[in-house]
């Protein structure tokens, strides 16, 4: 059974501009959730998806944003890039039930100068 | 709002010694506690997940403890070999919270040869 996957790996992008990453989820999850791991904040909750809809949100500004097509797969968009927007960004997918494991890509390091 | 603290933020040991990771969180309303290992620039392994009902869990050299009145939660790491150098996370999924994680900071373990 195939894990998560993310696309691409690695980026590097300048200030001001935007990015789009990808992340395709365990076969028949339908939760999907992306956070940002910084050396000085941790892991931070950006948003979760659920059946193409947007079920949760972190305390993030509105330059990051997120969608989910009907085969589960998700993108997070990053508009106006900043250089404090340089991170790990790890997408989770999660099966169905209350309690059953989440289960993480191997991320996407964005670094922006 | 749910605040996750890890202690010791980082341990060095010595090959076979048997360890204590602590894990601590401050609001109870949790359906359960999943602990991740995360090697330098990649994704979350997930170790163990323990259910808010649930004392114990167990993997191998790994046994996760949960006292959800406390909002503590330990992970007991048995033998430990240089293989095991790596962060631990903890994190906990809140009811009413979605798929949500809340991580704490980490522990990073190095286990010497």
């Known amino acids: 059974k195939a894990g998560v996957t993310q696309t691409p790996r690695y980026l590097i992008k300048t200030r001001g501009q935007q990015v789009t990453l990808s992340c395709s989820p365990i076969?028949?999850?339908?939760?999907v959730s992306w956070y940002q791991q910084t050396p000085g904040q941790g892991l931070q909750f950006l948003f979760e998806?659920?059946?193409?809809?947007?079920?949760n949100k972190g305390n993030f500004p509105g330059r990051f944003s997120g969608r989910q097509f009907s085969n589960s797969r998700s993108e997070m968009n990053v508009s106006t890039l900043e250089l404090g927007d340089s991170a790990l960004y790890l997408c989770?997918?999660?099966?169905?039930?209350?309690?059953?494991?989440?289960?993480f890509g191997q991320g996407t390091r964005l670094t922006v100068v | 709002k749910q605040e996750v603290t890890q202690i010791p933020a980082a341990l060095s040991v010595p090959e076979g010694e048997n360890l204590v990771l602590n894990c601590s969180f401050t609001?109870?309303?949790?359906?359960?506690l999943q602990w991740f290992r995360q090697d330098p620039g990649k994704g979350l392994t997930s170790l163990l997940l323990?259910?808010?009902?649930?004392r114990e869990q167990t993997s191998g050299r790994l046994n996760a403890s949960l006292d959800k009145s406390s909002g503590r939660s330990t992970l007991y790491i048995a033998a430990s070999q240089p293989g095991d150098s790596a962060t631990y996370l903890c994190?906990?999924?809140?009811?009413?919270?979605?798929?949500?994680?809340?991580f704490g900071g980490g522990t990073r373990l190095m286990v010497k040869p």
């Open positions: 989770a997918s999660k099966g169905q039930g209350m309690n059953t494991e989440a289960f």
């Open positions: 076969s028949g999850h339908r939760s």
């Open positions: 998806y659920f059946s193409e809809t947007q079920r």
């Open positions: 609001d109870s309303a949790i359906y359960n």
């Open positions: 323990i259910q808010s009902s649930q």
């Open positions: 994190a906990v999924r809140n009811n009413n919270a979605g798929n949500m994680l809340t």
